[in-house]
């Protein structure tokens, strides 16, 4: 299930996924994140909260689908927040971005543990 952390004025998302990620759940997030670019940004900033995701109740065809339309739509990413608690997550941000390299146009990733919640709004609301 999916659902939004917070409303922003501005080019910012806050969502959370609880439980299972979905085919239903990546039109939400992609229909949010189209909203923002609808409303004349060039770019949304995007917090996402994973630590009540359960891989066990979540659809593989989403996850994948999800990835593809990310790796389409990169360049309208701003600061990437990924929150949650886990190692596997931490260690794999870092590499995210070498790979995309959008620290060039002043846009990040970063993973924040599920303590640091207002460090991790505070980044995504600090590109505007």
Aim: overall charge neutral; glycine content about 4%.
């Amino acid at each position: 299930m999916l659902e939004k952390l917070k409303k922003f004025k501005g080019n910012t998302l806050a969502i959370e996924v609880i439980d299972g990620f979905t085919k239903t759940d990546e039109a939400l997030c992609q229909k949010f994140f189209k909203a923002k670019l609808d409303e004349g940004y060039d770019y949304v900033n995007v917090l996402v909260k994973l630590d009540e995701l359960k891989i066990s109740h979540s659809s593989t065809k989403a996850f994948f689908e999800d990835t593809l339309w990310a790796l389409r739509n990169y360049k309208k990413l701003g600061h990437l927040a990924i929150v949650a608690h886990s190692n596997v997550l931490k260690a794999l941000v870092p590499i995210d971005n070498l790979f995309f390299e959008r620290a060039s146009k002043g846009r990040q990733e970063r993973y924040f543990d599920i303590s640091q919640m207002d460090e991790a709004m505070a980044f995504v609301e600090s590109n505007k």
